[in-house]
């Protein structure tokens, strides 16, 4: 007889939106270790301080500081609902070690209170710039605020299926499933519809939990603005192919070319 499945906690009623965001779509541990390493290869000694744009609730920022006892860290969100999850949620239990962090309910274009040594801009938060000379005078400003030798890093999403209007569900371990809703796409424009939606095995669901209006940048068209911007070297970093030659492994590696697979995301690093 086989063992039988604890039901789900999660139903549309229960269910906490930011709780089920971070566990879908957000790898904090894989993601701070990839960002300490790569400033690390750059610039032979460790990154200190830290800066989240668009942080939403703050988890990066909080597994930086949980990572690095002497570490600092800041984060730049314009919507206090999950900046408030956040602090209650992700910095709260860290007790003493949350004073190193400071949240900011502020434009992401707005200056940092430190120089950062990292800063970075995740799940593609940043395609809300749909004009060129917008992103333009975003990474202007990023650069000027980094630290001397502080590096950009961008995470991106590509291929020719982000092209396309689709649902992708996974269904979760922790008994909910988690649905990419790619609504609309012009082809013109790239200018991009999205949302994300959460079903439960009780049959409810959570519909537009999270909505975008995005651009899709092309990466190439990245890397020309972020030039443009003053950034003295570009890296792009690919994701590896696991054993069952299909899905990816987690271990991004710097690449000249990477691979022409129908959707794949990747890491832009950009040194001052």
Same mark, same amino acid.
């Given at each position: 007889m086989g063992k039988k499945r604890t039901p789900s906690p999660y139903t549309a009623r229960t269910a906490d939106k930011y709780e089920l965001y971070q566990l879908s779509v957000q790898s904090p541990e894989p993601d701070i270790a990839f960002l300490?390493?790569?400033?690390?290869?750059?610039?032979?000694?460790?990154?200190?301080?830290?800066?989240?744009?668009?942080?939403?609730?703050?988890?990066?920022?909080?597994?930086?500081?949980?990572?690095c006892k002497s570490c600092t860290a800041e984060g730049f969100d314009i919507d206090p609902e999950p900046l408030g999850w956040g602090?209650?949620?992700?910095?709260?239990?860290?007790?003493?070690?949350?004073?190193?962090?400071?949240?900011?309910?502020?434009?992401?274009?707005?200056?940092s209170q430190q120089p950062p040594d990292v800063r970075c801009a995740q799940n593609f938060s940043y395609w809300i710039f749909t004009q060129r000379s917008?992103?333009?005078?975003?990474?202007?400003?990023?650069?000027?605020?980094?630290?001397e030798e502080g590096l950009f890093v961008l995470d991106i999403h590509g291929g020719p299926e982000c092209m396309e209007e689709l649902e992708e569900e %996974? @269904?979760?371990?922790?008994? /909910?499933? &988690?649905? #990419?809703?790619?609504?609309?796409?012009?082809?013109?424009?790239?200018?991009?519809?999205?949302?994300?939606?959460?079903?439960?095995?009780?049959? %409810? @669901?959570?519909?537009?939990? /999270?909505? &975008?209006? #995005?651009?899709?940048?092309?990466?190439?068209?990245?890397?020309?603005?972020?030039?443009?911007?003053?950034f003295d070297r570009i890296d792009v970093y690919w994701e590896g192919t696991a054993e069952d030659g299909e899905s990816g492994n987690g271990i991004y590696r710097k690449t000249r070319l990477g691979e022409n697979d129908t959707s794949w995301v990747s890491y832009i690093v950009a040194l001052k």
């Open positions: 300490r390493r790569v400033y690390k290869q750059a610039r032979a000694r460790p990154a200190h301080h830290f800066r989240e744009d668009f942080c939403g609730t703050a988890l990066l920022t909080s597994e930086w500081i949980r990572g602090r209650k949620h992700n910095l709260g239990p860290l007790g003493n070690a949350s004073s190193r962090a400071t949240l900011h309910e502020a434009d992401v274009r707005e200056p917008e992103l333009l005078d975003y990474f202007h400003g990023v650069r000027a605020d980094l630290a %996974t @269904e979760h371990e922790e008994g /909910f499933s &988690y649905i #990419w809703d790619q609504s609309e796409f012009s082809p013109v424009t790239h200018a991009t519809k999205c949302y994300i939606h959460f079903r439960f095995p009780d049959g %409810t @669901e959570m519909k537009n939990a /999270f909505r &975008y209006n #995005w651009r899709l940048w092309s990466l190439p068209e990245l890397r020309d603005v972020l030039t443009d911007a003053g």
